[in-house]
């Protein structure tokens, strides 16, 4: 009822200002300072940080920085374009946290263009230019971020009958995305919000601030750049140049325009002993295991689409039982991407308690632009949470779970490992190269001592490890030989 009257106070003010005067629209007062009219197309450099968007190190914390030498972003207003190219730069040591190991310079190119979006690999040194990959998944966020620029937005505003209240523009692209702006009184857009769907956090914020407006050779823009999502900062930017109306041709290569719909989601199975299954068929892997009444599942990565292939799979490989539990084994959002099929599948969550608070959050999070199977049934969730060790069990068979110690890519990360069996379920902390004996870069070599270090201080009788990405299983004495030691037991 407050809001409601302050909403009725705000409308009549707002009417009271238009009836006196001839002020200019914020959107106005905007296109005239940011020349919107005039600028066709724009490219900015700059420098400063990027961020792991969901592989923070534990789930409250800010997400990993990684430093970016070079930021450049060039777009076309009037055929919907943008291309951006970062070069980021890594020492031998990764951040606190996730992210994919690498080290010196990476080069990432990311394009959108109209409905089409897609990622140019760095040309190796005297080969051909690699061909284009598709990123259809990646299209509403980039599109987004081209009419979230300052031009763009006013642009956009113009566009889609934006609504004004004082200085909030608001109004809706794609017939789906909301955006709303933030102008101050010289017409700088100070703030732009929009939403994009997240599989785990759902209608996610992705909130850009603009800030240090300064004239760089005839066009207005702003000099810092700073863009969270979900709460945390994903970009820092420091501007250096931008030039209006550079020639920014975007054209889309004929295998991303052609290109077949992603293939369906498939689960190979290796049975890894009675009742335990490697479940795999894609980049992440999972398990499922028989218990005498039940089913639990360690992980449902990725997505609705692959969580649901990997909980059908367990319950036709163990037929006629519920899965009761589904182990997660961090919080890291490419681990978590199917969560909430599982809280759906009415499972009990077994995981971190440092998790507790923010699966409580994911589990009742809006997902009102990518509706999921929890959006609709609205089950409530179930947490069963395990500190420093933990185990399921069912009288005969027992799975146990332990927090792996001096693990810098995550605090709260659970193996598994099954005694009956002496297999050791873990992700990311030991991938084995494709092929044997290609040694691990230095920030992999790092993790996969740690998992040693602590398969020794638990005095696990490891037999198998079935890594949860990578395409072969493994064993103790290749961990130790990765990690730089040999195997003592
Ligand atoms: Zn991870």
Do not use: C
């Not at 642009?155 to 933030?182: C, E, L, P, Q, W």
């Not at 299983?473 to 990690?483: C, G, I, N, T």
């Amino acid at each position: 009822m407050q809001r409601l009257t302050a909403l009725v106070v705000a409308t009549a003010l707002l009417g009271g200002a238009g009836l006196s005067a001839q002020q200019p629209t914020a959107i106005q007062r905007a296109s005239t300072l940011l020349g919107a009219g005039a600028v066709k197309t724009l490219q900015f450099t700059g420098a400063g940080q990027v961020f792991s968007v969901g592989q923070n190190y534990t789930s409250s914390d800010p997400w990993p920085a990684v430093p970016v030498k070079n930021y450049t972003a060039a777009m076309n207003f009037d055929t919907g374009s943008m291309r951006v190219e970062l070069l980021r730069t890594m020492g031998p040591v990764m951040p606190r946290g996730g992210g994919a190991p690498f080290t010196g310079e990476q080069r990432q190119i990311q394009v959108v263009s109209g409905n089409y979006a897609w990622n140019v690999a760095a040309a190796p040194a005297g080969g051909a230019a690699p061909a284009a990959q598709p990123q259809p998944g990646a299209q509403s966020e980039r599109m987004l971020a081209l009419w979230a620029t300052p031009q763009g937005f006013v642009k956009a505003a113009m566009a889609n009958n934006a609504t004004t209240r004082g200085s909030d523009v608001t109004f809706t692209v794609g017939g789906k995305y909301r955006m709303v702006g933030t102008i101050n009184g010289k017409g700088e857009v100070e703030k732009v919000q929009t939403w994009i769907d997240q599989s785990i956090v759902g209608d996610m914020l992705v909130e850009t601030t603009y800030s240090g407006y300064k004239d760089f050779g005839g066009v207005t823009f702003p000099s810092r750049i700073v863009q969270k999502q979900d709460g945390f900062p994903s970009l820092d930017l420091t501007i250096a140049s931008v030039t209006a109306n550079p020639a920014v041709d975007v054209t889309v290569p004929d295998n991303v325009r052609n290109a077949p719909p992603p293939p369906a989601v498939t689960v190979a199975v290796e049975k890894l002993g009675d009742g335990a299954y490697y479940l795999t068929g894609g980049t992440h892997h999972s398990l499922a295991i028989e218990m005498r009444d039940h089913i639990v599942v360690v992980d449902v990565p990725n997505s609705e689409a692959r969580a649901s292939a990997v909980l059908a799979k367990a319950k036709e490989l163990i037929p006629n039982k519920p899965i009761r539990y589904l182990v997660t084994s961090h919080h890291h959002w490419d681990h978590l991407g199917g969560i909430r099929t599982a809280m759906d599948e009415g499972a009990t969550i077994v995981t971190h308690e440092s998790n507790k608070a923010f699966l409580e959050r994911v589990a009742r999070t809006p997902h009102t632009l990518g509706p999921d199977r929890l959006a609709a049934s609205k089950k409530a969730v179930k947490i069963q949470t395990v500190g420093d060790k933990g185990q399921l069990t069912d009288g005969t068979r027992t799975i146990e779970l332990y927090r792996l110690q001096g693990y810098e890519h995550t605090t709260d990360m659970l193996i598994v490992y099954l005694p009956k069996e002496k297999i050791l379920g873990e992700p990311d902390a030991f991938t084995p190269p494709a092929q044997a004996g290609t040694p691990l870069i230095p920030p992999a070599v790092i993790y996969a001592k740690a998992l040693y270090a602590n398969v020794q201080r638990l005095k696990l009788d490891v037999q198998t490890i079935t890594p949860f990405h990578g395409n072969r299983k493994s064993d103790v004495a290749e961990l130790a030989r990765a990690a730089g030691t040999t195997a003592t037991n």
